[in-house]
């Protein structure tokens, strides 16, 4: 068994270390006397902000947004050139809030899915903003456009020539895998295009709305793309269990397609190539001129379909264009927006007007319509406009090394108004496990940093982002050495002099509650405190419990989490699952959990909770009866929220927290507290 310590913790380190260290950081030492900003009530981080995820039409007459609407996130509409008072409801969702949709080409109508209380089965739904409310409602009606149950509809594609065709995917007839149907948007009719009885896991459609490639995941967790002729499916294409391929785009050619792919032993990175769609010939196209991460993304023209931009993230977003005209506009929107990330959130079907938005680690964003024929700027609103932000914190890109000696890279967000030393310190590891944290306005930062914590954010091996090696570095070592980068992310930190190793927290969702769980099992001498969200404590029953859909994912969970097939697996994961070393934790511990989960069930967190107060060990429990993998509903959100802070206090010195909320938070979080005596092993 792996030993897991909390080693060479140096006390006193010297000041002029401890001021070196913290100009590198750009955060020096705040004067004697100074005092930290107000508090910020919580609701101007986290509750739903009263506009967000605007998208232009695609003629550039209208733009949707998100706004809150009978107590719920619903899709508002207004004109280009009107103001946001001048807008209107037209959906009325009162039981589940709508998190995103997108404009049909034509721009008829808004698309959305929606789920019941987060158990994940998703329905589509379309309205036509144009019409008038339907009797006694204020918004026109919204059609259910699959009405199923206990089915998760999946969307494939909204080709561009076709703009009243959805393709979709259902799992009506085995809920191991999709079907693939065509949606006809005004009628709401369904057509069989494939019956998956072949592991297919996706399908890609070319702008003209024909199905020309396919993805199947083999028993062995390969990948294999295959051409569509018809009825007849060819392979062109296989990248191994530890390797990834999907197309991108179709070539304007109508021959080749762009794949994003890490195939063999000399692809470190992700990059982009041409693939010859009947010879499966590949041709790079472009890898990181810098070696340094994966390609991140590409964007290509909905006018011309030529490729148009790379995108790349390493500490910050790195953008490689190919296109002049785009990179001069890009350039000037850089220009007036210094220090800022830019990103097009969308654009109309000719690209002559983007919506855009600048933001930053201290700035959540500003929003502009963007018109590229006469370079005008048409200011839209502010991201969260009553958030405070001189009273922000600056999140630093920082690296360290583990206890193997790889260098883990990470973000380091310190508190405003406080001395930069010996900090109280919390720990957030990110969810997948196999996705990364990124530079930019980030609320529980913001949250934790304010409340007084110094707030650490590792991207751990097993992220990704950086590359096949370092992906693969975390194959079968949650609660190892992919435990270790976060442990000596806290050993760095208190080195440095940076965190007070007697006040340190962790607190994580998904991947991160489970880190959350090993950290205090695992290396109880590391933290006074943990919050696990959603977070599994046996990967046994983690890994046997999955989704169905998930059954193309199951040999890639034996591979890269541990098989419980296997005698050998069921004793790695034993040993690596928190709910065996659950004597060992010894730090009060906060767990909540929505009880509607699919992925994470709710028996992940009843277990660790039973087996806690069975050892008469301190850990408090919160159940969402509404919400599934992590919650959506503003009042459980705020609820967790006021008791995560409240406990954090309790256990942390040097922490505050706002003791206020409304009284229907409140009531929710009584509703949410559950008993741990009354929980059931």
């Given amino acids: 068994m792996k030993v897991r310590t909390f080693l060479s913790i140096r006390w006193g380190v010297g000041a002029v270390l401890s001021a070196l260290i913290l100009g590198m950081l750009g955060c020096a030492t705040t004067e004697q006397g100074a005092e930290p900003p107000p508090l910020m009530d919580r609701e101007l981080l986290f509750d739903d902000p009263d506009i967000a995820n605007t998208q232009v039409s695609p003629d550039g007459e209208f733009i949707a947004f998100i706004r809150p609407y009978l107590g719920m996130r619903n899709i508002w509409v207004k004109g280009a050139e009107d103001s946001f008072d001048q807008a209107r409801p037209v959906t009325a969702e009162t039981d589940r809030p709508i998190a995103g949709y997108f404009w049909s080409w034509d721009g008829r109508y808004l698309l959305y899915v929606r789920d019941d209380g987060g158990d994940e089965n998703f329905n589509v739904y379309a309205v036509d903003p144009s019409e008038p409310p339907a009797p006694d409602t204020t918004v026109p009606p919204a059609r259910n456009l699959t009405g199923l149950s206990g089915v998760r509809a999946f969307i494939y594609g909204a080709p561009r020539e ?60 390969s990948t294999e793309i295959l051409r569509v002729d018809g009825d007849e499916l060819t392979l062109i294409y296989q990248c191994g269990i530890f390797e990834s391929c999907s197309v991108q785009y179709f070539h304007s050619d109508g021959e080749h397609a762009y794949l994003v792919t890490n195939r063999g032993d000399d692809a470190n990175f992700q990059r982009l190539t041409l693939l ?24 290509f023209s909905s006018v011309t379909d030529e490729l148009l931009a790379t995108f790349y993230v390493e500490d910050k977003q790195r953008v490689y264009w190919r ?83 790889l260098t883990i890279p990470a973000y ?49 091996r097993g992220s990704a982002g950086f590359g096949k090696e370092f992906l693969d570095a975390g194959n079968l070592a949650w609660g190892d050495e992919m435990q270790d980068d976060i442990t000596w992310g806290v050993k760095y930190l208190v080195e440095q002099g940076i965190a007070d190793p007697n006040r340190v927290a962790i607190m994580g969702a998904s991947y991160g509650g489970y880190a959350t769980l090993a950290g205090l099992a695992f290396t109880p001498e590391v933290y006074a405190a943990g919050v696990s969200l959603v977070g ?12 169905p859909y998930w059954e193309a994912f199951r040999t890639t969970l034996h591979r890269r989490v541990g098989d419980p097939t296997t005698e050998e697996g069921r004793q790695q994961l034993i040993r690596q699952s928190p709910l065996y070393s659950a004597d060992q934790i010894n730090a009060p511990l906060l767990v909540i959990h ?26 408090a429990y919160l ?23 409240r406990f954090l206090a309790e256990h942390i010195d040097g922490i505050r927290f706002q003791e206020s909320m409304s009284p229907e938070v409140a009531e929710r979080l009584e509703r949410m507290r559950v008993d741990p005596e009354e929980v059931a092993p």
Avoid: C
Wanted: no cysteine; glycine share 6%.
């Fill in 162 to 221: 076709r703009p009243d065709t959805l393709y979709i995917g259902l799992n009506d007839r085995d809920p191991s895998w999709h079907d693939v149907y065509r949606l006809t948007i005004s009628t709401g009719e369904l057509e069989l295009v494939l019956e998956n009885t072949d592991r297919i896991t996706g399908v890609s459609f070319d702008p003209q709305g024909n199905l020309r490639t396919a993805t199947r995941s083999p028993q062995d967790g």
């Fill in 276 to 299: 010859d769609l009947q010879s499966g010939e590949e041709t790079l196209i472009e890898e990181d001129p810098e070696q340094s991460v994966d390609l991140s993304r590409v964007m």
């Fill in 323 to 405: 296109n002049d005209r785009w990179e001069t506009d890009f350039t000037w929107l850089q220009e007036q927006f210094p220090n800022r990330e830019i990103r097009i959130n969308s654009r109309t079907r000719d690209e002559r007007r983007w919506l855009v938005s600048a933001s930053a680690d201290t700035e959540p964003g500003e929003i502009y319509l963007f018109d590229r024929d006469d370079r005008t700027l048409a200011f839209q609103y502010r991201v969260r406009e009553e958030l405070p932000r001189e009273w922000l914190a600056s999140m630093k890109p920082i690296e360290y090394a583990s206890s193997d000696g």
């Fill in 412 to 460: 380091l967000t310190l508190p405003v108004g406080r001395n930069q030393d010996s900090l109280p310190l919390i720990v957030v590891p990110h969810g997948g496990p196999w996705v990364r944290d990124h530079w930019g306005y980030n609320s529980y930062a913001q949250f934790f940093a304010n409340r007084g914590f110094a707030v650490l954010q590792p991207n751990f």
């Fill in 536 to 547: 599994p404590s046996n990967l046994i029953t983690l890994i046997e419990t999955v989704p």
């Fill in 594 to 619: 929505g009880a509607n989960d699919p992925r994470v069930k709710q028996a992940e967190s009843d277990q660790i909770v039973a087996a806690l107060h069975e050892n008469n060990l301190p850990v």
């Fill in 623 to 645: 159940v969402a009866p509404d919400e599934g993998h992590g919650f959506a509903v503003s009042d459980n959100n705020m609820a967790a929220l006021a008791e995560t802070e």
